[in-house]
């Protein structure tokens, strides 16, 4: 597996640049992937990214739908908070793999 | 590396429950990938943004040969033709959709608005069917002549379901 340099952190990463191992993942480690696709993290964008995490390790899909129901952001907030592709963003954010989902 | 596309129009002309998770599904994915997206509805499509019919839309259990019965065996016409087949056939193909968390049509289609889609409809095809705008989907981006479309459409890749 590759690997990548954040910042100060070098981690691995799969083939679609998304962290291999969501151990390796820390606040400062998702400020500097954030940065590097031009997202300045805030508090409401860390709450959707622990959100992510949570789901993510109790063996859980995530869905922009599921997203909006989770009572953190609405689905509107969502893409505001991360443009262009927000389950994807906030999943290379929150060190979890690419989302495979089509919804 | 091609070049990304950066945008969608979209054209849901049927209301067959399978065209129009078609027609949904990619203009919210194109959202989810950062692709601009616009819903263009007419002719039949106009029922997915009509506000009585939307979330009652059916599979069509006659001359859909692509139909097969829960287990694999081919699905007989014969049996699509008897009164209530068609609507326990179109309830249990949303309840699998349900499961998939693919969301009841007036839902995806606020998921879509909230995503920054459009969704338009065509002015020809509501004089047809005499539809004004209030019985049609609340967040309507408006009412769509044919060059208007095209207008629209400009510099973008043109589907037509």
């Not at chain 2, 129009?9 to 997206?37: P, Q």
Request: aromatic share 8%.
């Amino acid at each position: 597996m590759p690997e990548k340099k954040f910042g100060n952190f070098t981690v691995e990463v799969d083939e679609n640049g998304y962290l291999v191992n969501m151990d390796d993942w820390s606040e400062e480690l998702a400020k500097e992937i954030a940065k590097e696709i031009g997202i300045e993290l805030t508090e409401d964008h860390m709450k959707v990214i622990k959100y992510i995490r949570e789901k993510t390790k109790a063996g859980e899909s995530l869905s922009i739908r599921k997203i909006g129901k989770s009572g953190i952001v609405s689905i509107k907030e969502f893409y505001q908070l991360f443009p262009d592709g927000p389950l994807k963003k906030a999943s290379l954010i929150a060190g979890v793999s690419k989302p495979a989902g089509c919804v | 590396m091609e070049e990304k596309i950066k945008k969608v129009s979209i054209i849901c002309s049927k209301a067959n429950l399978d065209s129009v998770y078609a027609a949904l599904i990619l203009a919210n994915g194109a959202r989810m990938e950062g692709i601009e997206a616009e819903l263009f509805f007419t002719f039949f499509g106009l029922d997915v943004i009509t506000k009585k019919k939307m979330d009652k839309l059916h599979i069509a259990t006659v001359g859909n040969l692509g139909l097969s019965m829960p287990g694999g065996l081919p699905f007989p016409t014969i049996i699509g033709i008897i009164p209530g087949i068609e609507a326990m056939v179109s309830k249990m193909m949303k309840r699998e959709m349900e499961k998939l968390d693919i969301p009841p049509v007036s839902e995806f289609l606020e998921m879509i608005s909230a995503s920054g889609g459009k969704i338009f409809a065509c002015k020809l095809a509501m004089e047809m069917f005499k539809l004004k705008k209030e019985d049609l989907y609340d967040e309507l981006d408006g009412v769509l002549t044919v060059g208007e479309f095209y207008e629209r459409a400009a510099g973008s890749q043109i589907i037509f379901i």
